[in-house]
Structure formats: C-alpha cells, structure tokens
C-alpha cells in the first residue's frame, strides 16, 4: 500500500517537552488485505481511510498509539494503545461513534455499537489465537522449567472487558438480528454474555490452551435458552440464509484447534419439541473431536450417544481433500413410557404407554452441526413393547410406515373396534433399517398384538419424500390362533414355511381362512397410496 508520512518535530525544547515528536502515517491502504472476520476485515483491492498516529516524549517511557479506520462499508474503528518498547499495556478499541475510552489501565477495552457481526469468523479466529497462545506458553513453561506441561513461569495476559451492541449477529450466514455482548475475564477465562432474541447465556472461552497442571482448558458453555432458528442456522436450514462467504472454511472450524467442551443448554426449543437440561462433552484429538457425551434427560426419557467429528486428511496429503470433515454419532433412546416421556418434550400423537428403547449410528461428510441428508448412512433398530400405534396426524411416522398401521384394521373384513379405539395396540413392535445417501431401508418392522402380525418393509427415500413399502397383515382369527406364536422373520416368510412343512394341514388350519392380506404403500410423503395386493392362489 501507499502511505503519506508526517513527523514533526518542534524547535523550541518547551514545546517539544509538552507535546513530543509526532508521527501521523496514513493510507488507503489499496494493496493490503485485513485478515479480519466481517466486519472488520477487508480484501486486497478495497480502500479504506486508515490513520496511525503518535507522539514521542522526552523521558517518557511509555507511548500511546491512535488507530483509526473511516469510511467504506467498514464500521469506523478507533484504537488507542499504550505500549513500552514491546510490551503492550493497555488498549481501548471504540467501534462505530463510540470513541475508544482511553482510561490508560492495564487490560483490553472494547465498547461501541455495529451494524453486522459474523460469529463464525470470531469464533474461529479466538480459537486460531487461543492456539497460538497455548502453544507458545506451553513452550515456555517447558523451556522454563525442563518439563512438558510443568507449572512454569507464563506470560501474563491483560485483562479483557467490554460491551458491544450488534443490530444484525449472523450465524453460518443466517441473521439472528439484535445482540448485546458483554465482556470479562479472569486470569483463566475469557467470559462472554450474549443477550439475543433466540440465544442468550454464557461462554468461559480458556485464555490458554493448556493449564498450569498440563491439561487442556476446557470451553463452558452455560447458555439459558437456544431457539429453533439457531438450531436452523448450524443445519443450512434458515430460510434467509446467504450464500457463504467465500473464504468461510470448507467444513468449518479445525476441530483438532477446539479446547474441550462442556456445555449445559438449559432450554432448547425446535418447532414442537423442547429439550430442557442438554449436555455435550467433547474432548480434541490428533484428527479431530470426541464427543464424549451427548443428551438429556426428561423425568422417565433418556437421550443418550457418544461420537467423533475429524477431518478425512488431518496430514493433508491429498490437496484435494483439504479441509474435508466426517462426524459419526451414537445414540440410544429409551423410556418405561414414551407416550408421557415425548409428550414432556413437546411431541404428541405418536406412542401410547410403550416401554423399551431405539438405537440408531449416523454418519456424514461434514461437521459435527451440519448433517448432510442427501448423504446420511448408517444403521437404526427398535425394540418397543406394552403400548399402542396411536391415530397419527399427516406427516408422523413416515419414516417406516407407521402412520398407516393403524388405519389397517378398518380395511379388513373384521371387527377391531374394541382394539383400535385409542390407537392399534401392540405387545411388540421390533424392527430394524440402515440408511445409505439418504435413503432408508426398512429389512423388517414387525408388531404383534391383539389384532395379530403385521410386517413393514420397504424404503423411504428422505431426500424426495417418497415410500416404497409393502405392509403384511395376518389377522388373529380363530383359525390362526395356534400359530400366530410361530411367526417370526416375518408374516409372509413365516406362513411360507408353515405351509412348506406341512405343520398347517397337520393343525388342521384351511389356509384360506387364515386372513393373509398384503398392502403397497407408495408415493409422496404428502399423499401416499395404501392399496391391497391380489391374494395368490
């Protein structure tokens, strides 16, 4: 960049003790990119009106610094910055009109007001600088001491407070609106409030990597309320998102420049559901991330998994891969009545009573907030007993079906009124599916109950909402009683290898009074078509 230098230096010795040498420095600076997260950055080619500025006293050992930025789309910046030879004393930043309060105590001040304010860049770039930090005052504890991670002597870190009022806070380029930020530190944190519409609580952000004991600083976060709409801004799903940035990261953050995690949501809320008491544990590794912990508790529900979030080349060896994250999770769901536990969450009309758990492993190529659908693999089992298929609204249960079972009783030829009152009760229903690129496969899901066996396989595919599913029926009749104990591996296979055997003509059961009916069900999500099969002669 180009710069126009002024020093001035007074003849006379009164004034050149009252006032000093003063050196004005300013610039466009065309040709120099700020390395800032928006706002406050600024590409190669884009002119601002950039000012440095001092004045050297006789026998004064300490000088003050004046930064200043004005124009352009930037927010205007002032700084004021004591220093003595190398060692930074005391700096005040003043953001918009607010001037930088120049109070000249020890520490880092920030105050004023902004327009736009993009989380993202700064929680990326206080982590790149804790990382930076950590790692030289870990190396200077070691040389200090002889030691890896011994308790030597550190660099002290100047205190950090301020507060700072945003009008648009961005999230992974979603807008989350107005924001009130307060600052503060200790000699081990760097504290952090955040007042907002849809995210308000506390972060303790470590100063250091690692800590005088050797071990790594862990990250607390205590926030009181998430909305649904942050929830939407870490998943690409607002519907204001803006394009990204194009220097935001392929997958994000490096996970493996993380401290560890222990965070507590006291509320979240997504749509109908509400989560209260969310805890996540994270500890980094040479690849990236382990989720050590992840879930809640809500009176008789329990959410529980574990994982891992890391980069596919963490030596980048392939250019190409560069940048490129996979996370894989864990998670198991289990209630003694899931009817009352969901309920307690905010989701309704699924399970009566019901006991029993589900498991599920999930993986994609992305970070650990941003689950690909179209690109979604991995494996889903259920084992729920003692409850009942409830009369579902339009869009419950799609997944495998289950929103049409109970409607199967009024399209046989049989009374189950008394049954079906308060949904179809079951006394099992097992099933298991894997999912590959977003769509799901369902091997078998079988419930047996009072009305008999029923059996759903097929696929739904979760990027175009669409099923391909065949439901079995073989209705407990008075024909079928003894052998409805036999069924297993489902209806059709199992009457197969009955019939095969001989064991229903020994029984004395007319296979066609057995009741066996099969059903399509296909189409959108939106509409989807419940049609019989054809019995077989």
Do not use: C
Request: aromatic share 4%; net charge negative; glycine share 12%.
């Amino acid at each position: 960049s180009r710069w126009s230098t002024t020093l001035t230096v007074p003849f006379d010795a009164a004034r050149m003790t009252r006032e000093g040498a003063t050196l004005v420095a300013t610039s466009d600076l065309v040709g120099t990119a700020l390395s800032l997260p928006a706002p406050l950055g600024k590409g190669a080619a884009e002119p601002i009106e950039f000012e440095v500025a001092t004045a050297f006293l006789p026998d004064e050992p300490v000088v003050r610094w004046r930064v200043s930025q004005r124009g352009g789309r930037l927010p205007d910046v002032e700084a004021l910055a004591d220093v003595a030879g190398e060692e930074l004393l005391s700096l005040a930043i003043g953001l918009g009109a607010r001037a930088a309060d120049a109070t000249g105590r020890p520490g880092v001040r920030l105050d004023g007001a902004i327009e736009t304010m993009d989380a993202d860049g700064w929680i990326e770039a206080l982590a790149t600088l804790i990382e930076d930090i950590g790692s030289s005052g870990a190396a200077g504890a070691s040389q200090a001491s002889g030691s890896p991670g011994s308790s030597g002597p550190e660099t002290a870190i100047l205190p950090v407070s301020g507060e700072l009022q945003v009008d648009q806070l961005s999230l992974r380029s979603a807008p989350l609106g107005m924001a009130r930020l307060r600052l503060d530190s200790d000699p081990r944190y760097l504290n952090a409030a955040l007042d907002n519409r849809w995210l308000n609580g506390t972060v303790r952000y470590p100063r250091r990597r690692v800590g005088p004991d050797g071990q790594l600083m862990a990250l607390k976060a205590r926030l009181e309320r998430v909305d649904g709409r942050v929830v939407d801004a870490l998943l690409g799903a607002s519907e204001e998102l803006a394009e990204p940035a194009a220097d935001e990261p392929v997958g994000g953050p490096d996970p493996r420049a993380l401290p560890p995690i222990e965070a507590r949501i006291g509320s979240l809320g997504w749509d109908r559901l509400v989560l209260d008491g969310i805890t996540l544990r994270t500890e980094p590794t040479p690849t990236g991330l382990d989720v050590s912990a992840i879930g809640f508790t809500h009176r008789n529900l329990q959410v529980f998994g574990e994982g891992r979030w890391e980069l596919l080349d963490p030596q980048r060896y392939d250019a190409e891969g560069d940048g490129a994250h996979r996370t894989e999770l864990a998670l198991t769901v289990q209630s003694s009545d899931f009817e009352a536990g969901l309920a307690g969450i905010g989701l309704t009309g699924l399970l009566g009573g019901t006991a029993g758990r589900a498991t599920a492993t999930l993986g994609w190529p992305g970070p650990l907030w941003s689950p690909d659908v179209s690109r979604l693999h991995g494996d889903l089992e259920m084992a729920l007993e003692r409850g009942r298929v409830v009369p579902l609204e339009p869009g419950a249960g799609r997944l495998i079906g289950l929103f049409a079972l109970q409607t199967l009783p009024r399209r046989l030829s049989l009374d189950f009124s008394d049954l079906v009152d308060d949904g179809l009760a079951f006394t099992t229903l097992d099933g298991r599916a894997t999912l590959e690129r977003g769509v799901l496969d369902t091997s078998l899901l079988q419930l047996t109950g009072p009305v008999g066996v029923i059996d759903v396989s097929g696929t739904t595919d979760l990027v175009t909402q669409a099923l391909d599913q065949r439901i079995t029926v073989l209705p407990r009749v008075s024909a079928a009683l003894p052998i409805i104990g036999a069924i297993s591996g489902g209806a059709t296979a199992g009457i197969g290898v009955l019939v095969a055997g001989g064991l229903l003509k020994a029984l004395g059961v007319d296979f066609d009074r057995i009741g066996l009916r099969e059903y399509t069900l296909d189409g959108p999500w939106s509409e989807p078509r419940l049609t019989p099969v054809p019995t077989a002669r």
